[in-house]
Structures are given as structure tokens and as C-alpha cells.
């Protein structure tokens, strides 16, 4: 029992010495820097949400509806050397159903993965298009010499 208080003893010995010096460092921060800055440390974490928003979801997504479908599009750089149809497709659907943020959307969306076979053509000698079917689902992704992958799901209502 004596040595569980020693261990005790020797530790708020050590505490005493650091307790006034965080004390009096945090006294100086708040007296003297933060109110300096105050303005800025509202600021900043109110208003930077809104153009990081913007900048990362812009022109990367489009839908439009009619009265038989909703189509939605993506726009999906790819940073892949694979030529694989399959690694190709399962790379730009999972980077664009990380996008989607409709719980509804997201589920329906991930049975695809299940579906029929990949259906792939060539259109020019730089453009790739590879098709899915998956019941009222129909997903088309163009992969062009740009790196960028244009991506369409067609969902029927």
C-alpha cells in the first residue's frame, strides 16, 4: 500500500512543477494572442465550408429528369493505368457512388455491382464506352484519352 502512495507522491511532485507553467502559458494565449485573432478564428470555420463545397462538387455532377427516368451524370478523373474493363468499371462507379449522397440512390445503386456481365465497345481509338444492366438501371461510363471518365445512370421510375 505505501508504495502505490510513493508512485502517488512522486507524480504530483511533478505535477505541481508543470501545473503553474500551463496556467500561466494558457492565461498569456487567451489575454494576449487569441483576441488578436478572434475575428479569424470565427471566420475561417464559418465561412470556408461554402467555397470548399463548391469547388469540390462543381460541374462534376448533373441530373435531369423526365417523366420516365432520372439520368444523372458524373464527370470522374481517373488515375488508373489498367486497361481491364472490369477494374476500369468497378474504379469509376465506386468513385461516383461515394458522390452520391441519397441514402435511397446510394442502395440502389451499390446492387448493381451484382448484375449482368459488362458490355464494352469501342467507339474511336480513344474512346471506351463500357454498359451495365441491372434491371430499371442502366449505367454507360465513356473513358477517353483525357483521363476523365463521363459517367450516366439512367434509373427508370
Known sequence: MSRRYGDLKEVIKYVMIGLPVTLATTYYLFINIIPKYADYLIAIPAILPLPISFLLTRNNI???YSEDYIEIKFKIPINMTSHDPHELFSYVFNKALSKIRNPYYHYKLS????CSGLKVSYQNEDKLVIRRKCGDIDIRI????????????????
Not at 446492387?111 to 451484382?114: D, H, L, R
Not at 473513358?143 to 427508370?156: G, Q, R, Y
Open 62 to 64: 448533373s441530373v435531369n
Open 142 to 157: 465513356v473513358i477517353s484519352s483525357k483521363k476523365i471518365a463521363d459517367m450516366v445512370i439512367d434509373i427508370s421510375y
Open 111 to 114: 446492387a448493381v455491382t451484382n
